[in-house]
């Protein structure tokens, strides 16, 4: 069974950082693409940023460029967002999401499996 | 940019009733690359469809995705209690993939 375990959300104030980990089980990890994805309070799904299984090939939402890195290690089968500068505008719940493409990221790259997400709050 | 509108917002059915939604695009999406996916309030959401018309692993055969092109439908053919939730489709065939839908809100009648 895939286990997708976010953590390190939590209260960071204006321009600080926060590092988000997503502890991964239950499947090949570095076979596959990993992704996060993020939900505001009260509103819809929003893609930040993604990996390729071998970590070579890393992606962002025009919101998380410059300010956000993805990263992975595979001898640990954990998923990491490192995100500074933070604003109001990033809280959020974030989920890490296993990408049903096996460890391509791109074109036909959907989210197969999700963890149950950790909020992110960014206020003063 | 390619926009995908759901509709409606809402829908309001009993357990037992058949649920429609719609999910259109502006632009056609290449391979039918939709999916569609479920989320109950305060869980994370799950794979129902991809590929416009492949149920998950584990999904029930009630629900059923169609379409090409720029027009998809989700089906539900017969309402479960645990059916009621929201829904949103998603596009992946572009990489960044583009914004998912709005949303469509299934309640109890």
């Known amino acids: 069974e895939v286990q997708l375990l976010e953590s390190g959300g939590g209260l960071v104030q204006p321009g600080g950082s926060l590092r988000l980990s997503c502890a991964a089980s239950?499947?090949?990890?570095?076979?596959?693409?990993m992704s996060w994805v993020r939900q505001a309070p009260g509103k819809g799904l929003e893609w930040v940023s993604a990996?390729?299984?071998?970590?070579?090939?890393?992606y962002y939402a025009d919101s998380a460029k410059g300010r956000f890195i993805i990263s992975r290690d595979n001898s640990k089968n954990t998923l990491y967002l490192q995100m500074d500068s933070l604003r109001a505008e990033d809280t959020a719940v974030y989920y890490c999401?296993?990408?049903?493409?096996?460890?391509?990221?791109?074109?036909?790259?959907?989210?197969?499996?999700w963890g149950q997400g950790t909020l992110v709050t960014v206020s003063s | 940019e390619n926009v995908l509108t759901q509709s409606p917002g809402t829908l309001s059915l009993s357990p037992g009733e058949r649920a429609t939604l719609s999910c259109r695009a502006s632009?056609?999406?290449?391979?039918?690359?939709l999916a569609w996916y479920q989320q109950k309030p305060g869980q994370a959401p799950r794979l129902l469809i991809y590929g416009a018309s492949i149920r998950a692993t584990g999904i029930p055969d009630r629900f059923s995705g169609s379409g090409s092109g720029t027009d998809f439908t989700l089906t539900v053919s017969r309402l479960e209690p645990e059916d009621f939730a929201l829904y949103y489709c998603h596009q992946y065939a572009t990489s960044p993939p583009l914004p998912f839908g709005g949303g469509t809100k299934v309640e109890i009648k």
């Open positions: 999401a296993k990408v049903g493409s096996g460890g391509y990221y791109g074109s036909g790259s959907y989210f197969q499996d």
């Open positions: 632009q056609s999406i290449t391979n039918s690359y």
């Open positions: 239950g499947f090949t990890f570095n076979s596959y693409a």
């Open positions: 990996i390729s299984g071998a970590g070579t090939g890393t």
